[in-house]
């Protein structure tokens, strides 16, 4: 059974760091690019961050550019979002997922669309205040 849970959410003052953690089970993850999508209350989903198979590729949206780092360590089963100088704009629910559409092993150049990934977890929650 695939399963891939998130966790390492909470609440940050902005300015702040956090890293998220995806921690994968029942299928092989040395053979699929991962993705990290995020959506806030009332919003639709937006496509975080990809990393494929080979770790120097990865993908990020404009609005986490240079803040984020995407990484995946795959003996231990993981892949990780380093979150840093979190903003106002930054809260939301965290998901991360297995990439589904295309070439399962390698993230699309350009946007990262959420209708590429698919078995989402439950999300951890990330909250950005003074």
């Known amino acids: 059974q695939v399963q891939l849970v998130e966790s390492g959410g909470g609440a940050v003052q902005p300015g702040g760091s956090l890293r998220l953690s995806c921690t994968t089970s029942?299928?092989?993850?040395?053979?699929?690019?991962i993705g990290w999508v995020r959506q806030a209350p009332g919003k639709g989903p937006e496509g975080v961050s990809c990393?494929?198979?080979?770790?120097?590729?990865?993908y990020y949206a404009d609005s986490v550019k240079g803040r984020f780092t995407v990484s995946r360590d795959n003996a231990k089963k993981t892949v990780y979002l380093q979150m840093t100088s979190l903003e106002p704009e930054d809260p939301a629910v965290y998901y991360c997922?297995?990439?589904?559409?295309?070439?399962?092993?390698?993230?699309?150049?350009?946007?990262?669309?959420?209708?590429?990934?698919?078995?989402w977890g439950q999300g951890t929650q990330v909250t950005v205040s003074s």
């Open positions: 990393i494929s198979t080979s770790t120097t590729n990865t």
């Open positions: 029942g299928f092989h993850l040395g053979y699929y690019a």
């Open positions: 997922s297995t990439k589904t559409r295309g070439y399962s092993d390698v993230c699309e150049a350009g946007e990262i669309s959420p209708a590429d990934f698919g078995s």
